[in-house]
């Protein structure tokens, strides 16, 4: 990614950028150091959401964020699979995982104009595609399913094809993808 945004600023001959490598959450900028920020499907990675806006943002500074909802990428059926099997997951996009919530975030910190807008980018997928679903589970500070045996992973599996078999309509295994966009001042 980096490469490629080099080549970006290069090619529209920017002078005033700096692009660095390193863990976002753990960087050391000084506090109000940035007049905007955006993130694009990132901040549910952060451990401390709140803190991270309030510390890198200046006074008067705008954030924009984007994030999936809690029902997208077949979040739920994985869930609720791995819930009747005793795996406890928690959904990645649990901070920020509606409207509401987005938009509770950013009051609570102290944001004000805060706009929320979601859009649709599902779409239905045939059952074969539907029903196949790797095992995996993205969440930066937990993964039970990685301690799953594989006997156990199959069984998993089995369970997530026949949720996924009791979704299909005429039109294929609707995939939920609604992405959430706010913008706020501080």
């Not at 901070?95 to 649709?120: M, S, Y």
């Not at 196949?132 to 993964?143: A, K």
């Not at 949720?163 to 005429?170: C, G, K, L, S």
Request: charged share 25%.
């Amino acid at each position: 990614m980096l490469e490629q945004a080099q080549r970006k600023i290069e090619e529209l001959y920017l002078q005033n950028i700096e692009l660095i490598e390193a863990d976002a959450e753990y960087i050391n900028f000084n506090d109000e150091s940035f007049d905007v920020i955006l993130c694009s499907a990132a901040i549910v990675y952060f451990t401390d959401i709140p803190a991270a806006l309030r510390k890198w943002l200046k006074k008067g500074g705008v954030i924009g964020f984007s994030c999936c909802s809690q029902e997208s990428c077949e979040a739920p059926p994985i869930l609720e699979v791995c819930a009747k099997y005793g795996i406890s997951l928690t959904n990645i996009n649990e901070p920020t995982g509606t409207p509401e919530k987005c938009h509770n975030l950013l009051r609570k910190i102290g944001f004000q104009d805060i706009k929320v807008n979601t859009q649709q980018f599902g779409f239905y997928r045939s059952l074969e595609q539907a029903r196949e679903w790797n095992g995996g589970w993205f969440h930066p500070g937990e993964n039970p399913l990685l301690q799953v045996s594989a006997e156990q992973m199959e069984k998993l599996k089995i369970e997530y094809r026949n949720q996924i078999e009791a979704m299909v309509t005429e039109q294929g295994v609707w995939y939920e993808n609604m992405t959430i966009f706010v913008t706020g001042c501080k």
